[in-house]
């Protein structure tokens, strides 16, 4: 659900209070060792022009054990590009 109120909150223009939202749902998230809210916000910090910022968060998602290796070869797809930029 707080993935859902950072997009919320970015097209109201809060990107700040956006951030915010989605590290809440990061420090949920760890517990159940999942990774959406963290690819979510590489995903939003990439389309804000912060590449290196993006890139930083799915080079930690890589050496995630739960990670499964579709998540993984998604994830370096991802840097690849991001470095392409």
């Known amino acids: ?24 749902a990061i420090a949920l998230e760890w517990t159940y060792s999942r990774c959406e809210s963290v690819e979510r916000k590489a995903i939003y910090l990439a389309d804000k022009g912060d590449a290196a910022g993006a890139i930083a968060l799915y080079e930690g998602l890589l050496l995630k054990p739960y990670a499964t290796e579709d998540e993984k070869y998604r994830f370096q797809t991802r840097i690849s590009e991001l470095q392409k930029r």
């Open 1 to 24: 659900m707080l993935n859902n109120v950072a997009v919320i909150l970015e097209k109201m223009g809060r990107s700040a209070d956006a951030l915010r939202a989605y590290d809440r």
